[in-house]
Structures are given as C-alpha cells and as structure tokens.
C-alpha cells in the first residue's frame, strides 16, 4: 500500500503556535486546570477507560462580563499587532451588523461571516445564534411575535411541569448544574447572580427531560447548555436578557436535535448512535492521515472512544477555555448541514495538529495528550477542519 503524503502546511511550524488573543487565565480559566467531568454515560463493560492523569489545581475564578474580542479567522495569518486584530474585528462587526439590520437576513451571507467567528460585542453572537440555529426567522418583521409566542409557550411549559416534578431527575440536574463551569463567577458561588444563573439552567433541564421522555436527562447536557445561555444572558438588550432561560430553552432544543442520538443508549450500536459517530472520525483521521491514523488506532492501541466520546458528546467544551469553545460554536452553528460534520472536522483537526507529538508518543503518553488536549490557535485549528472540508468535495 502506497502511504498517503501529508500535505506540506500540516506540518507547518504554525499549527503548534498559541493564539495570540486568548484570555489570560486570570480572565476565563481553562477546563485543563480542572478535573475532567466524567462523560454523560460511560464506555460499555468491554471498554475499559484507563485512569486520567492527577487533576492540577483550579485557577482563580473568573468574572462574568462578557468575554474580551478575539480574532477568529479562516486562514492563518502572520500577526501584525493588536492594531490589525481589532481593525479586521471592527470590520467583520460591521459587516454582521449590517447584515443583522436587514428586513430579511440573508442565511447564507450571515454564516459566511459568522464561521469565521463573531466578535463579543453589541449582542451579535447572541442574535446571530438564534437565527443559525432557526430560533428565529430571517424575516425580522417576525421577530417581535415569534420570541412573544415562544416566551409565553415556555412559561407555560414551566407552570405545568412544576406542578409535578420528578425528584430523582431534579437531584441529579442539580449535582451537575453546580458543577458546571466551577472557574466563572457567572455559573459558579455565592452570590445571587450566580444562583439565578443555576436555577435558570436547572429549570431548562428540567423541562427538557419532561418533555422528551425518549431522551430525558443525561449527565453533561448541563456542560452544552452553559455556553447557550451565557450568550443570550449576556445579550446588552434587557428584554432579552431578562427572557434568556425561555430563548435558551428553544436554542437548546434546536441544538440538541442534531446530537440528541448520541445520549440515547438503546442507539449505541446503531448506525446513527455514539460508536458510530466516533467511527466516522476514526476514518476521516484515515482519509486525511493514513500514517497518523494506523500510529494510533494499529501501533499504540489508542481506541478513539477513550477520548472522541467526550469530545463529541459535550462538543469541546471540556477541551478548551470558555472563550475559545464559544468560537468553536460559531464555526458549528453556522455549518448549513447542521454542526455534526462540521465538529468532526474540527475533532479530525485536533489530532492533526498534534500529530507530530502523537506519533512520537505510546499508548499512554498520547492517551494524557488527547485527554488533557493542548492549548492551540483557534484559527489554524479551523482552517486546518476548513481544509478537510474542501478535500472531502
């Protein structure tokens, strides 16, 4: 068999660069400090998970103010300063909120500039998200009506559920909600913001598992909603912000529709159930790097549930800092096809990027690796999953 060559830019000096704009931990610090929450359901009796690495300890706690500008692009560039950063911010904002100002938004337009990553200001992500994920309707003359029928329609959903709620379902929603994102004051102590924040979340849950009984709750649904309602709580609009639990609820439920297979059990083994889906990323890494692929899956014993099944399940927001998951997202959301390619993608690019430190290591080195994956520049990890795309067509 003839190996299949590695394209030149993989092995690119860029890939393994840190972004120059992430947070300092100060700011959002990163899951890597914390200890991994177990996945939603563990690998079957014939799959055994080897032990993760001792935790390190937390970083101090961050604030819950919306998080700082980072530069999300489709390609890599050299840096050219913060001056260049915030100029190509400025203008894909106004791009957004031009296209955002229009009486029809124009879908297609907007997840061209949304995929490159959303700038944290004005509110965009917060209305862009609702739109990529059909919450909300292109036409904004619709708008006011549909989030009015929407908000009454979940305060009613909350009326009739809590007259008869599940004990069981609300203990355990309550364990994982406390757990969720235990570094950021927004979801995590004493004060009554936070409180709020958690009770928003739990009540979500809740609600969800009531009205999907076919699916109910599974632990880290808590860790895919987080980002969802940050977002719309962190809308500048205090109407909006005021309803984020019942528009986080629909957001939640449109997301969850295109992953909802992966926390049903009884589809495990089916062809639309986890295992599947992580085959899929087992053989695009094959597709794309033949000679990575067989290092890892054929030589060192490396079998892609020990560390896809979290990756997939709670879509990286376990891998990365809080900022960098958000822009992650935008990429996701703004997939037509629905995110789950897309996420592979991005699954696919992580090992690559790495692959040089992958191939050099054994079964337990790269396992610590992929479980504990590395601090990356967001952008080359989205052009490289972009790359992939291009090559499958």
């Not at 489709?74 to 904002?93: I, M, T």
């Not at 739109?131 to 009454?152: C, I, Q």
């Not at 062809?271 to 094959?286: A, E, K, M």
């Not at 099944?309 to 998951?325: M, P, V």
Request: hydrophobic share 35%.
């Amino acid at each position: 068999m003839v190996k299949k060559k590695v394209p030149d830019w993989l092995n690119s000096s860029l890939w393994s660069s840190s972004s120059p704009s992430s947070p300092p931990s100060s700011a959002v610090a990163s899951p890597f400090e914390q200890p991994p929450p177990p996945p939603p359901r563990p690998p079957s009796p014939a799959v055994v998970t080897p032990s993760e690495p001792p935790p390190r300890p937390p970083s101090p706690p961050a604030v819950h103010d919306p998080l700082p500008t980072q530069r999300i692009d489709d390609s890599p560039r050299e840096d050219h300063g913060d001056g260049f950063r915030s100029a190509h911010d400025v203008s894909r904002q106004a791009q957004l909120l031009a296209e955002l100002s229009k009486k029809v938004v124009d879908m297609s337009e907007l997840r061209s500039l949304a995929c490159q990553g959303i700038p944290d200001a004005a509110g965009i992500r917060s209305t862009a998200w609702k739109l990529l994920l059909g919450y909300l309707p292109p036409d904004r003359g619709l708008w006011s009506a549909e989030l009015a029928k929407k908000r009454s329609q979940y305060k009613q959903f909350k009326e009739e559920i809590f007259m008869n709620p599940d004990t069981e379902i609300i203990d355990q929603i309550d364990r994982d909600v406390k757990r969720t994102h235990p570094d950021m004051h927004f979801f995590s102590g004493d004060s009554q913001f936070a409180k709020s924040n958690q009770e928003a979340l739990k009540n979500i849950l809740i609600i969800f598992a009531k009205l999907n009984p076919g699916v109910q709750y599974v632990q880290g649904m808590n860790e895919i909603l987080a980002p969802l309602f940050y977002v719309l709580k962190n809308d500048p609009d205090e109407e909006n912000a005021a309803s984020a639990e019942a528009d986080a609820f629909f957001c939640f439920v449109e997301l969850l529709s295109g992953f909802r297979d992966n926390f049903v059990q009884q589809l495990d083994n089916s062809v639309v159930g986890i295992r599947s889906t992580i085959t899929r990323l087992s053989q695009l890494l094959r597709e794309h790097d033949e000679e990575l692929w067989r290092h890892l899956e054929v030589t060192s014993k490396v079998n892609p549930q020990f560390y896809a099944f979290r990756w997939i399940t709670l879509l990286l927001t376990q891998e990365f800092n809080f900022a960098d998951s958000l822009h992650i997202w935008d990429t996701l959301l703004s997939d037509p096809d629905g995110p789950q390619e897309t996420l592979l993608r991005v699954c696919c690019a992580m090992l690559v990027l790495v692959r040089k430190r992958l191939l050099a290591g054994d079964f337990t080195s790269n396992l610590k690796l992929l479980q504990n994956y590395p601090t990356t520049n967001i952008s080359h990890l989205l052009y490289v999953a972009n790359k992939f795309r291009v090559q499958s067509v």
